[in-house]
């Protein structure tokens, strides 16, 4: 017979301290955010930088504990405190529709700009004005999936602990270093010296990509700055890039979403950087 819920009442402490963590304010006092459902626990669970646990905390229905048993168990593993809830206290905490069973409690995990640039990373999303945390969240999912070293936020973007934004990256938040509140403009400056090319995405630009991969200018380290849903880059943004890029569009479709676009341009870069002679290129000994 499997053992009764622990957590009965959405009242409880622990129940209400998880359910502020929906607010940003209390976030960032607590420097704690939700990350709901199996594949963003999963990641949490073995996400264990420097063998420091960045999941604390998880609240599972008695289904969702037996159906992830193995997230459970590295739950466990990693030290966090599991509770056993029922429905209602997982729908309280959750801020889906639809609750998946597992709610996780996170320390943050954004990482120090200086330590980015001191990695030298090769493919960088700059993520300057972008107000959505869905399409904040796609974007760090496509960052990843095309092989980026980073992912930057500046400090004029939504805020990465968002719910919405956590659970659009299906757990990529947790596989590559994301540095928060960086202003543009430092943002920028800091790649230029680190030798990343910038090059800004925007539908207005004056240069389309396929023009600068038939050029051979991709191959080098680059960061790609993405701008707001609705109207782009503004000015004074594009202009600190060494390039402003548009994807071209060869049908009758007027624009593409942010997330797709910033998709196309990744991965534009990462197949220039692992072409002959890109940063990327393996010689053989």
């Known amino acids: ?91 309280d905490i959750s801020t889906t529709v639809t609750p998946q069973g597992l709610v996780g409690i996170c320390r943050f995990l954004d990482t120090p700009f200086e330590q980015i640039l001191a990695a030298r990373p090769k493919l960088v999303a700059v993520l300057a004005h972008v107000r959505d945390p869905g399409n904040a969240g796609t974007v760090l ?9 980073a992912v930057v936020l500046t400090d004029a973007s939504v805020d990465l602990y968002n719910p919405k934004a956590v659970r659009a990256s299906v757990g990529s938040l947790f596989h590559l270093p994301v540095a928060v509140g960086v202003p543009v403009e430092e943002a920028v400056a800091g790649l230029k010296a680190a030798g990343v090319r910038i090059l800004a995405a925007d539908g207005a630009g004056e240069d389309g ?51 797709t676009a910033a998709a196309v341009c990744l991965y534009a870069s990462a197949r220039a950087q692992r072409a002959f002679g890109g940063c990327r290129t393996v010689t053989p000994s």
């Open 1 to 91: 017979m499997p053992p009764a819920p622990e957590l009965i009442s959405p009242r409880s402490p622990r129940v209400s301290a998880a359910r502020r963590l929906a607010k940003r304010n209390f976030r960032g006092k607590e420097r704690l955010f939700l990350a709901e459902g199996p594949q963003a626990v999963r990641e949490a669970a073995a996400h264990r930088p420097g063998g420091h646990a960045t999941l604390v905390e998880l609240f599972a229905t008695v289904e969702a504990a037996e159906r992830y048993a193995d997230i459970v168990a590295e739950a466990r593993d990693a030290g966090a405190r599991v509770h056993l809830a029922d429905e209602q206290v997982i729908a």
């Open 141 to 149: 999912r496509c960052a990843d999936a095309a092989g980026a070293e």
């Open 209 to 259: 990509l396929d023009d600068e991969l038939d050029k051979g200018t991709m191959g080098g380290p680059t960061a790609w700055v993405f701008g707001n849903e609705a109207w782009g880059l503004p000015e004074e943004t594009r202009g600190l890039a060494d390039a402003v890029v548009r994807v071209p569009i060869h049908g009758k479709a007027e624009s593409l979403n942010l997330a």
